[in-house]
C-alpha cells in the first residue's frame, strides 16, 4: 500500500498534466474561447474557470493608473468617433425620417440637377475632433513630420544607393582590408628592419664600452633610413605624449595642493613632491619637418611594403617573405621579391 | 430743384463755411428750443416737416435728394430739430469710405431684389447702409419694418444706439433692437437692429417675415448657425415674396460664395479704410506659442517706434496668465533698460464690461518729453478679431490659434477646443494692425505653414454645432424636406440623424418626423430641446418653480466666480450654497440665497461680490426667468413647488431633470473608479473638478459632456436608476442596449422592479 500510493498520485499528476496541457492547446486555438466569457465556452474546467474569474475581478478591482484611465478613454473616444452613425446604427429612427424626406446615402443640401451625379457624392463626414495639448506653434508638428520624413527618406536613398552600388561597396571594403593588411605587414616589416640595422650595430660596437651605454639614445631620426624613420618617430612621438600627459596630471595634482618652501628640503624630497619638475629630454627633431619621411608616408601601402622589403633584401639580405637571412645577395632559393613570388 | 442745386453745392465742398454758420444759428434755436418756456416755439416748423420726405419716391431715390433731406434743420422722422450733435456726427458720417457709393449702392438697391455688399472693417456698413435703405424705403408709408441682423446681442445692442444717435432719435422709438430676452422697440419703430436668432425665432410665427421690406443680413462671413438658416429661408422667400429686399454684407472678400448661393447676386464692394500691413513669418515653428507671444510683444515694445500691441491668445486663463508675466518683464524692462511704460489689459468674453472698457483708455505717455515711448498692449481672444474696434493698434501679434466650438454627433461631445484659425482669419486679425496707420502683423508660424496648415475660411458654425435645436426650428418654420433644405454648407447627415433621433427620443417628434404638440410647445422656448422639454414636464413632478430657475440659471453663463487670486474662498463661498446630491441643487440654492438678500434689500452687488457669485449673470438669470416664465403662463404651464419642509422637495426636482435629461446620464465604472461611463455612446468620463458633490455616486445626470484634454461631465446630480426606466422608458429600452456593465446594472434594476410589483400585486 505505502508503496503504491505514490505511484497513483503521480500517475494522477501525470493525467492532470496531459489535460491541463490538452485544455491549454484548445483553449488557445478554439475561437470561441475569445468569445464573450457570458457565452459557452467548451473545455473550461472548474479550476480553470475559477483562476480566470479570478483574475478578471483582479482585473476590475486593480485601480487603474491615470494613464492607463486616459487610454482607455482615448481608445474609446476614437473608436467611436471613427464609426459612422449611418454604418453603426442603421435601425436609427432618424435614419428612417431622414429617409422618408428622400435621403438615399449621398451629402445633405439641394438636390444636385442631373440624377447621375449623385450616386458618386461622397458622404461629407462629421468635422475630426483634434485635440491639441500643449502650446506647440502652428506647423510644429508637421515640421517634426516633415524632419523624420526626410531623414527616413534620406535614408531609404542611402539604403537604395548602397543596395545599387552593392558591387562597388563589397571591392571597397575589400580594398580597406588589403591596405589595413599591407599596412600590418610594412610595420612589421619595419620593426624586422630596425631590429636588423640594431643586431648590425651591436655587432660593431660589441667592445666599444663607451659607445654602448650611449646605445640606448636612438640616433637623430634624419639619420635612420627613411623606410623605417616613420616607426621610431611614431613611437617617440607617442612616448612623449605620454610622459607629458603623466607631467600635466602630476602637475595640477601638486598646484591644486597648498606648498609649503621649504629651504631644507633635500632635493630628492622635493622630487617626490614632484616640486622638481622632471623634463625629458627628447631629440627635438621630433617636430622637425622631414619632407622625406612624408614623401615616403605618402605612397601607398603596396609601395611602401616593397621598398622595405628591398631594403631588407638589398641591406641584410633577408627576404620578408622566406623570413631568412640568406648568407649572400644571391639570395638563393627566394623565389623573388613580391609576395605573390612566395605563394 | 433748389434741392438738387444745394446738394450740388454741398458735394462740391463749396458751402462748407455758410453750412457751418447757418448750423451755428440752428443750433442757437435749439438752445432756446430746450427751454420748456419755449416748447411751443418747436411746432412751428412740424407742420412742413413730412414734406420733407414727402417729395421722395419710394425705392426710386438718389443719393442727392436723401441727403439732402438728411441736411435739413428739421428730424424728418420725429418733427424736431436736429442738434448740434446731430451735424457733428452727420459731419463724420459723410467721410466714411461707404458714402462716396450711395448713389451706386442705391442703384443697385433699386435694380435687384438681393444684392451682396463686401465693405471691410471700417467702412461704415454695419451704421450706414441700414440708414440708406430706410431713407430709400420709407417705411412709414408702408408700415413695413427694416431689420438689420447681427450676430451678437451686444453689437446688435451697441450698434442700434450708435444708429439712434446718428438719426437724432431715441434709442426704442425710431431704431430699436431685439434680442433673446430683450427688445426694445415700440409701434414707432421703422428700423430695428436684432440678433439672427432673434429674426429665425421671429419667423417662426411669421413665416413669410411679413413685417419687413428689407432684411439686412450683417456680418455673414462669420456665418452663424442662425445666419445660415436664415440665407436659407430668405432664398426660399425670396421667390415668395419678390417685394422684399434682402441685402447681405460681409466684411472679407470670399463674397463670390454668396453671390452664387444667391442666383448671382450682384456685388458691391467698399475699400475698408484701412493701411496696409507688413506681415512677418517666423522663420520655424515655435515650440511654445504662449512664450513666443511674450517675446514678441517685449521685443516689440523695446525696438518697434510708437504704437499699440493687440496680442490674440485663446482663453482667460492663457490671456491673464500672459498679462501677469508681460507686466513683470515690462517692469525689469523699465528698471534695466529704460523701457518706456505699458499698461497691458485683457479682453475676453467673460470680463465684465467695465473692465472691457478699460481696453479704450489711452495709452500711458513716455515717462519724460523725448523718453521712450509709452504703449497700450492688449491681450484678447479673437473677440477683438471683428466685433470689437480699437484705435490705435500698429503691432499685431498672432499666434494663430482661437478657441472653437465643434460638435461630433458619433459620441455627442459639443467641446471648445483650441485650434488653428483659419487663413481669412489671420487676414483678419493682421487687418487690425491698419486702422490708424501702417502697421505690422507678426505671426508666429512659417509661411509655409501659413499655406500650407491653415484651412482657407473657418468651418461655419452648423458644421461644428449640435443641430436639434435648429431641426426643431426648421421643423416650426415650415421646412419638411429637412434634407434636401438648401443651405448654403449642409451638415453631415450623421449630425442631422443624431438630432432627429435626439428630437424623437424627446417625443417632439413623431416617427414619421412630424412636430408633436410638445415639440410645437417647445419650439416656443427660446432654449434647446431637453430644457424645453425638462420645463414643460416639471409641473408633474410638483417643482416647475425649481426648474424654472435651474433652466434659467443654465442658460446664462456660469455664476461662480472664482478669481486667480481667490480660489481657495472663492471655493469655500461655494461649498456653503452646496447641496451633497448635485450641482443643479447647489445652482438652485445660490440663486434662493441671492433672492432672499434681494428680499432682505441687501446691496446686491456687494452682496454677490462677498459670495463669489456674478451679479451680472445671476441678475440676468433672474431676467431670463421672468421671460422664460411668461411663456409658461401664455401656454397654461402650471407653475407649483412641493413645499420645501416635505421629503421629497428635493427628490422631485431630481427626478424632473431626468424628464429632460435621460440621455445625458452616466455610470460609474466601478466601486472604487472616479470614472463614468456615459449611457449608450459608452464614453469613459470624469466629473468637472468645478463640482461640489463629493460622494462617489453609481448614477448621475450631466448637463453638458466636455472634452478639453479629458472627458468631463460638467453640472451633475446624483439619481435613482429607476428613475430611468419610470420617466423615459422608450430610451431606455433594455433590447437596444449593447452588451456591458450598464445593461447588466438596468437589467437588474428591471429585475427588482418587477419583483416589488408583483409583491405588490400578491398583496393586494
Known amino acids: ?343 | 430743384m433748389a434741392d438738387i442745386t444745394k446738394g450740388t453745392k454741398r458735394l462740391s465742398g463749396e458751402a462748407e463755411g455758410s453750412q457751418d454758420s447757418k448750423r451755428v444759428k440752428t443750433n442757437g434755436d435749439k438752445m432756446d428750443a430746450k427751454n420748456p418756456y419755449l416748447a411751443h416755439l418747436e411746432e412751428k416748423p412740424e407742420a412742413d416737416f413730412e414734406s420733407l420726405l414727402d417729395k421722395l419716391e419710394r425705392r426710386n431715390t438718389t443719393a442727392k435728394q436723401a441727403e439732402a433731406v438728411e441736411d435739413s434743420d428739421i428730424n424728418p422722422w420725429t418733427g424736431q430739430r436736429h442738434s448740434e450733435r446731430y451735424f457733428k456726427i452727420l459731419k463724420a458720417r459723410r467721410k466714411l469710405p461707404v458714402n462716396k457709393q450711395r448713389q451706386e449702392f442705391l442703384d443697385l438697391y433699386h435694380n435687384n431684389q438681393i444684392l451682396v455688399f463686401v465693405g471691410e472693417t471700417g467702412s461704415g456698413k454695419t451704421t450706414q447702409i441700414p440708414q440708406y435703405v430706410l431713407y430709400d424705403e420709407l417705411p412709414h408709408q408702408t408700415g413695413k419694418l427694416i431689420a438689420c441682423t447681427q450676430p451678437r446681442r451686444v453689437a446688435a445692442m451697441s450698434v442700434a444706439q450708435r444708429v439712434a444717435d446718428e438719426l437724432d432719435v431715441k434709442l426704442g422709438e425710431e431704431v430699436g433692437y431685439s434680442i433673446r430676452f430683450e427688445n426694445k422697440t415700440s409701434s414707432k419703430t421703422l428700423l430695428k437692429y436684432m440678433t439672427d436668432g432673434q429674426l429665425l425665432r421671429e419667423a417662426m410665427h411669421d413665416r413669410d417675415m411679413s413685417r419687413y421690406s428689407c432684411i439686412i443680413l450683417d456680418e455673414a462671413h462669420e456665418r452663424t448657425l442662425a445666419t445660415d438658416i436664415l440665407m436659407a429661408l430668405l432664398k426660399q422667400l425670396s421667390e415668395r415674396r419678390k417685394d422684399l429686399k434682402i441685402i447681405v454684407m460681409s466684411a472679407t472678400l470670399d463674397a463670390q460664395k454668396f453671390q452664387s448661393y444667391f442666383f448671382n447676386a450682384p456685388l458691391l464692394a467698399v475699400p475698408g479704410r484701412t493701411h496696409p500691413v507688413e506681415i512677418f513669418y517666423t522663420p520655424e515653428a515655435e515650440r511654445d506659442y504662449v512664450e513666443a507671444a511674450i517675446r514678441t510683444v517685449l521685443q516689440i515694445h523695446a525696438c518697434e517706434p510708437e504704437g499699440d500691441i493687440l496680442l490674440f491668445l485663446t482663453g482667460e486663463e492663457e490671456i491673464e496668465d500672459a498679462c501677469r508675466r508681460i507686466s513683470l518683464e515690462v517692469d525689469e524692462m523699465i528698471r534695466e533698460s529704460d523701457a518706456g511704460p505699458m499698461s497691458v489689459y485683457p479682453l475676453y468674453g467673460t470680463l465684465p464690461p467695465h473692465q472691457q472698457q478699460r481696453i479704450f483708455e489711452k495709452a500711458p505717455q513716455p515717462f519724460r518729453p523725448g523718453g521712450r515711448p509709452g504703449r497700450k498692449c492688449i491681450v484678447a481672444t479673437n473677440i477683438a478679431e471683428t466685433s470689437l474696434t480699437i484705435d490705435g493698434i500698429v503691432y499685431v501679434v498672432d499666434p494663430g490659434f482661437s478657441k472653437q466650438k465643434i460638435y461630433n454627433p458619433r459620441t455627442r461631445v459639443e467641446s471648445l477646443l483650441v485650434s488653428p484659425i483659419s487663413k481669412a482669419s489671420a487676414q483678419q486679425r493682421a487687418g487690425r494692425a491698419g486702422r490708424t496707420r501702417p502697421g505690422k502683423c507678426f505671426r508666429l508660424y512659417t509661411e509655409e505653414a501659413f499655406k500650407k496648415e491653415l484651412i482657407e475660411q473657418t468651418y461655419p458654425e452648423i458644421l461644428r454645432s449640435n443641430l436639434s435645436n435648429t431641426v426643431l426650428e426648421l421643423k416650426k418654420l415650415g421646412v419638411e424636406d429637412l434634407v434636401h433644405f438648401d443651405l448654403m454648407d449642409p451638415p453631415a447627415p450623421e449630425t442631422m440623424m443624431r438630432a432627429l433621433e435626439e428630437l424623437n427620443y424627446l417625443a417632439c417628434l413623431d416617427d414619421d418626423g412630424e412636430l408633436t404638440p410638445l415639440g410645437n410647445l417647445a419650439s416656443e422656448f427660446p432654449l434647446d430641446p431637453a430644457l424645453a422639454v425638462m420645463l414643460i414636464s416639471s409641473p408633474e413632478f410638483y417643482c416647475s418653480n425649481e426648474i424654472l430657475s435651474i433652466t434659467s440659471l443654465l442658460s446664462v453663463p456660469q455664476i461662480w466666480v472664482r478669481p486667480a487670486n481667490a480660489r481657495k474662498r472663492a471655493d469655500e463661498m461655494k461649498a456653503q450654497f452646496a447641496h451633497p446630491d448635485g450641482d443643479h441643487l447647489t445652482l438652485l440654492n445660490a440663486y434662493h440665497a441671492y433672492k432672499g438678500a434681494e428680499a432682505r434689500g441687501e446691496d446686491m452687488k456687494k452682496w454677490c461680490h462677498e459670495h463669489f457669485l456674478s451679479y451680472r449673470h445671476l441678475s440676468s438669470a433672474d431676467n431670463v426667468r421672468a421671460q422664460l416664465k411668461k411663456i409658461m403662463e401664455t401656454h397654461g404651464i402650471e407653475l407649483v413647488s412641493t413645499p420645501f419642509h416635505d421629503k421629497n422637495y428635493y427628490t422631485n426636482i431630481r427626478r424632473a431633470l431626468l424628464a429632460g435629461f435621460f440621455m445625458q446620464v452616466a455610470m460609474r465604472e466601478s466601486s472604487n473608479s472616479k470614472v463614468y461611463k456615459t449611457v449608450k455612446d459608452e464614453q469613459l468620463v470624469l466629473i468637472h473638478p468645478s463640482t461640489t458633490v463629493t460622494t462617489p455616486y453609481e448614477w448621475v445626470v450631466y448637463n453638458e459632456f466636455v472634452l478639453t484634454t479629458k472627458q468631463y461631465v460638467r453640472t451633475v446630480t446624483n439619481i435613482r436608476p429607476e428613475w430611468l426606466l419610470e420617466i423615459a422608458p422608450v430610451y431606455y429600452d433594455l433590447s437596444t442596449f449593447q452588451k456591458g456593465e450598464i445593461k447588466n446594472a438596468l437589467t437588474r434594476v428591471a429585475e427588482k422592479i418587477r419583483r416589488q410589483q408583483a409583491m405588490k400585486a400578491s398583496k393586494a
Open chain 1, 1 to 343: 500500500m505505502s508503496f503504491k500510493l505514490p505511484t497513483k498520485s503521480l500517475q494522477n499528476n501525470g493525467a492532470a498534466i496531459e489535460e491541463e496541457e490538452e485544455d491549454y492547446m484548445t483553449m488557445t486555438f478554439d475561437d470561441d474561447a475569445t468569445g464573450s466569457y457570458g457565452g459557452t465556452r467548451k473545455h473550461e474546467t472548474s479550476l480553470q474557470r475559477h483562476a480566470r474569474l479570478r483574475r478578471e475581478a483582479e482585473a476590475r478591482a486593480r485601480p487603474k493608473s491615470k494613464a492607463e484611465l486616459e487610454a482607455e478613454a482615448e481608445a474609446k473616444r476614437e473608436a467611436a468617433l471613427s464609426r459612422s452613425l449611418l454604418e453603426a446604427n442603421p435601425k436609427s429612427k432618424g435614419l428612417a425620417m431622414m429617409a422618408k424626406m428622400g435621403f438615399t446615402g449621398g451629402a445633405l443640401g439641394r438636390r444636385s440637377g442631373d440624377n447621375g451625379s449623385e450616386g458618386k457624392e461622397i458622404i461629407p463626414e462629421p468635422l475630426k475632433i483634434e485635440i491639441k495639448d500643449g502650446r506647440e506653434g502652428i506647423g510644429l508638428e508637421s515640421e517634426r513630420k516633415r524632419k523624420l520624413r526626410e531623414a527616413a527618406e534620406a535614408a531609404g536613398e542611402r539604403a537604395k544607393k548602397a543596395r545599387a552600388d552593392e558591387g562597388e561597396y563589397r571591392e571597397r571594403m575589400r580594398r580597406e582590408r588589403e591596405e589595413a593588411r599591407l599596412e600590418k605587414l610594412v610595420t612589421a616589416a619595419q620593426k624586422v628592419a630596425e631590429r636588423m640595422a640594431e643586431e648590425e650595430e651591436d655587432k660593431k660596437m660589441v667592445c666599444d664600452e663607451a659607445k654602448k651605454t650611449t646605445s640606448g639614445h636612438r640616433p637623430l631620426l634624419k639619420t635612420i633610413p627613411v623606410v623605417w624613420r616613420g616607426l621610431v618617430k611614431a613611437r617617440e612621438e607617442a612616448e612623449r605624449d605620454r610622459k607629458m600627459r603623466y607631467d600635466l596630471e602630476q602637475g595640477l595634482l601638486a598646484s591644486r595642493l597648498p606648498t609649503y618652501e621649504d629651504s631644507e628640503e633635500e632635493d630628492d624630497d622635493k622630487t617626490a613632491l614632484s616640486k622638481i619638475q622632471t623634463t625629458y629630454v627628447f631629440a627635438d627633431d621630433l617636430d622637425e619637418e622631414d619632407p622625406e619621411l612624408e614623401e615616403f608616408n605618402a605612397l601607398s601601402p603596396d609601395e611602401k611594403l616593397r621598398r622595405v622589403v628591398l631594403y631588407l633584401r638589398e641591406n641584410y639580405n633577408y627576404c620578408f617573405w622566406c623570413k631568412y637571412r640568406y648568407p649572400d645577395t644571391e639570395m638563393e632559393g627566394c623565389p623573388g621579391l613580391m609576395e605573390e613570388d612566395h605563394e
